[in-house]
T-cell receptor, first 109, second 114 residues
């Protein structure tokens, strides 16, 4: 079945440093969604990408979908302590999503 | 709107007991799903539904049953609880606008099976 691999599993950064998490698949993805989960909380939808090569920005967050639609990345510029949490990518639709393992971001003030 | 609600928030069961995790949404969403979250394994899909009366299996359906008699409710039943079912369970609902699906997650149920 479809598998979505996410790296790294953990990342510790100093506040102000940049952060990137990557999502990879061996097969073509129909779309990619990104979620953020704060410690003790539930996943919250951030964005969905559907087009080859698509790039979207939300303030300090930049999301990219690869040209071949087999990979995606989330880049955070100048991290803040509020960015702490686990970031998940996922693929699918109509209620059936397959998630990557997530990248847990720790930010040292 | 309350969004997606789940009850209970916490539950402790003994091996072999059965129970139902409740999930409700008030957003008139077509699609509802159940996931379990274990450390280092992300979220894994248990069962999902594309509308009232229609359910299907996800990645890890064994030991769980679901039904969807109304658009609003999507309960998850554990038939005979096992320690391997200790996990955090999330219910989600979603709708589709054009090519975009937006999933909304409930607050989760933390289940421990002894």
């Amino acid at each position: 079945g479809q598998q979505v691999m996410q790296i790294p599993q953990y990342q510790h950064v100093q506040e102000g440093e940049d952060f990137t998490t990557y999502c990879n698949s061996s097969t073509t993805l129909s779309n990619i969604q990104w979620y953020k989960q704060r410690p003790g909380g539930h996943p919250v939808f951030l964005i969905q990408l559907v087009k080859s090569g698509e790039v979207k920005k939300q303030k300090r967050l930049t999301f990219q979908f690869g040209e071949a639609k087999k990979n995606s990345s989330l880049h955070i510029t100048a991290t803040q302590t509020t960015d702490v949490g686990t970031y998940f990518c996922s693929e699918g639709n109509t209620g059936k999503l397959i998630f990557g393992q997530g990248t847990t971001l720790q930010v040292k003030p | 709107n309350a969004g997606v609600t789940q009850t209970p928030k916490f539950q402790v069961l003994k091996t072999g007991q059965s129970m139902t995790l409740q999930c409700a949404q008030d957003m008139n969403h077509e699609y509802m799903s159940w996931y379990r979250q274990d450390p280092g394994m992300g979220l894994r899909l248990i069962h999902y539904s594309v509308g009232a009366g229609i359910t299907d299996q996800g990645e890890v359906p064994n030991g769980y049953n679901v039904s969807r008699s109304t658009t609003e409710d999507f309960p998850l039943r554990l038939l005979s609880a096992a320690p391997s079912q200790t996990s955090v369970y999330f219910c989600a609902s979603s709708y589709r606008t054009g090519r975009t699906d937006t999933q909304y997650f409930g607050p989760g149920t933390r289940l421990t099976v002894l």
